[in-house]
């Protein structure tokens, strides 16, 4: 079982940056993927950056890449979300979540999961709001 605690979200104005923070319970933190969605009023929860379980590799949504940056320390059971040039459009609840790795995948694999029934564990949200 892994318990996620989300925080950094706030209230920013269109064009500054935030960074985001998850830090995750538990022993085994480098064997699972990391994830941040976002969920903005009346629409589904959207799939924004994850990172793998070992090396730290990426992946983006198209809507972010270039802006934000995505990143693991593995010491510190922390994964974070570097959010810079900031838009109105990327306000929304942003989740952190946790996809345990599958044992047929060596800790060495890259796999990337960017669907929310991918993950395991999800966090409770942190609201980040952007004005314009």
């Known amino acids: 079982q892994v318990q996620l605690v989300e925080s950094g979200g706030g209230l920013v104005q269109a064009g500054g940056s935030l960074r985001l923070s998850c830090a995750a319970s538990?022993?085994?933190?480098?064997?699972?993927?990391m994830g941040w969605f976002r969920q903005a009023p009346g629409k589904e929860r959207e799939f924004v950056a994850t990172?793998?379980?070992?090396?730290?590799?990426?992946k983006y949504a198209d809507s972010v890449r270039g802006r934000f940056t995505i990143s693991r320390d593995n010491a510190k059971n922390t994964v974070y979300l570097q959010m810079n040039s900031l838009k109105p459009d990327d306000t929304a609840v942003y989740y952190c979540?946790?996809?345990?790795?599958?044992?047929?995948?060596?800790?060495?694999?890259?796999?990337?999961?960017?669907?929310?029934?991918?993950?395991?564990?999800w966090g409770q949200g942190t609201q980040v709001t952007v004005s314009s």
């Open positions: 979540a946790a996809k345990t790795r599958p044992s047929y995948y060596t800790a060495t694999a890259i796999v990337y999961y960017t669907s929310v029934y991918n993950y395991d564990y």
């Open positions: 990172i793998t379980w070992n090396e730290g590799s990426t």
């Open positions: 538990g022993r085994t933190f480098s064997s699972y993927a």
